[in-house]
């Protein structure tokens, strides 16, 4: 019987590349506007070379990116870049389709929610609450919980000893196999590979399940408690 149902968050849950792209093109776009004396294309290509260096979650990326570039910070394109990202991120930050209605379902079967998320405690929580899937979570596990990243069991531990719930009752789905699928079956989970987010082009996923639409997962569920009884 899967008691816990546990999703990685970007690209699982949310479409994050795709707000990430759009956010930084309207940083970029509001730079230019600014003053920014530099091609569209050639300084979003700089600016994913320092997430790639940094982290995608690099919280000083426009201030690296000026510095790095021109030497010093012009604070007039700065702020215009922050702001453009932040409008266009907000415009951008979508669910998957049937997100909602599946973990709604979940609920409705009894099944205890959780998300585990490399990313920082904030910046997870207000992708959440953005999306307005907040409320749907019971233990929300982030890089600051355990000073880990997945594949590292200890996220994964983390969770479901918060879930009250062992590995073999819970069932883990993600993007990253190399992270999300390794990672939970690592320590006895079911594992489900969420293709529709995959901005890998991974072909072998190594999950127990792959599914093309989120609520896919609903059958999955119900087949496996259906073999308890």
């Not at 205890?112 to 899937?133: C, E, F």
């Not at 006895?188 to 399940?209: E, H, K, L, Q």
Request: hydrophobic share 45%.
């Amino acid at each position: 019987m899967i008691k816990a149902v546990v999703f990685d968050l970007d690209n699982t849950l949310v479409d994050f590349m795709k707000m990430k792209e759009m956010a930084v093109e309207g940083a970029v776009e509001a730079m230019i506007d600014a003053g920014l004396s530099l091609r569209k294309e050639d300084a979003i290509k700089k600016i994913y070379e320092i997430y790639d260096r940094e982290g995608i979650e690099d919280q000083k990326v426009f201030d690296k990116f000026l510095s790095e570039t021109f030497g010093r910070i012009d604070y007039k394109i700065l702020a215009a870049g922050i702001v453009g990202y932040r409008k266009a991120k907000e415009a951008a930050l979508v669910l998957y389709p049937h997100v909602h209605y599946t973990l709604m379902e979940l609920l409705k079967m009894g099944k205890r929610l959780a998300v585990i998320s490399d990313a920082p405690k904030l910046q997870a929580w207000t992708r959440l609450a953005q999306t307005g899937l907040h409320h749907y979570f019971e233990v929300v596990v982030t890089f600051d919980d355990t000073g880990k990243r997945k594949p590292d069991p200890e996220p994964f531990i983390f969770a479901l000893d918060k879930l009250n719930v062992k590995p073999e009752e819970s069932i883990m789905i993600g993007d990253w196999a190399e992270r999300d699928i390794i990672g939970a079956k690592t320590i006895g989970m079911v594992t489900v590979f969420a293709r529709y987010g995959n901005t890998f082009d991974t072909r072998i996923s190594g999950a127990d399940y792959e599914v093309d639409d989120i609520q896919e997962l609903l059958t999955i569920i119900k087949e496996l408690d259906s073999r308890e009884g």
